[in-house]
């Protein structure tokens, strides 16, 4: 994870957690544990949805 300033990147972090969560939902899938997969889908689709918006607003800033 990269840091810039005194903390870390907004958009890295929520990629992060967004890659952690689709992960761990994977898995869970992969055990057939489905409501426990699709809880944790809907995580990590918040996460990146979150971080498009950051991204975006970057975009007109720059």
Known sequence: MQKTGSGEDYLLVREEIGDKAQ???EKELAKGHKQTASIFFLNASAMYRVGEY???????ID
């Open 23 to 25: 992960d761990y939902a």
């Open 54 to 60: 950051g991204y975006r607003s970057r975009m007109l």
